[in-house]
């Protein structure tokens, strides 16, 4: 015979509402979602979008009750995007002595590997940096 009791127990935790540390997870990942689509359709014009979810994720109130793998990853996110803001601008005004289309080719493959680099180590649960830039 089957005690109803224990089914019923299982099925409360089953049904548990899901940790509140899940809408900052999704942010992460959302704000490295954003950045790719904006290099693939834009060419990065709407960075900004990721960037400000980035430093918004990291300010002080938000800093207390957040991972520190998710910190790690907004600050990657922020250096990405910071990083290839200002190669962008050097390229775009390089363009005048010809050697800026491959400046902003090269940050833009960058930019790329990077992002799916910390998308990909994300939803691993993993570091981005080596343990001595941390």
Request: aromatic residues 8%.
């Amino acid at each position: 015979m089957i005690n109803d009791n224990t089914i019923d127990e299982d099925v409360a935790l089953n049904d548990a509402p899901s940790a509140p540390d899940e809408p900052r997870k999704s942010r992460v990942m959302l704000s490295y979602l954003i950045a790719l689509i904006s290099l693939l359709v834009s060419c990065g014009l709407f960075c900004i979008i990721p960037l400000i979810m980035a430093h918004l994720g990291t300010s002080k109130d938000s800093i207390k009750v957040i991972e520190p793998l998710d910190i790690e990853h907004f600050r990657y996110i922020k250096r990405t995007l910071w990083f290839g803001l200002l190669w962008m601008v050097v390229g775009t005004a390089g363009l005048f002595i010809a050697v800026g289309a491959l400046v902003i080719i090269a940050t833009w493959i960058w930019m790329m590997y990077r992002i799916i680099k910390g998308i990909t180590r994300y939803s691993d649960h993993q570091h981005v940096l080596p343990e001595n830039l941390r």
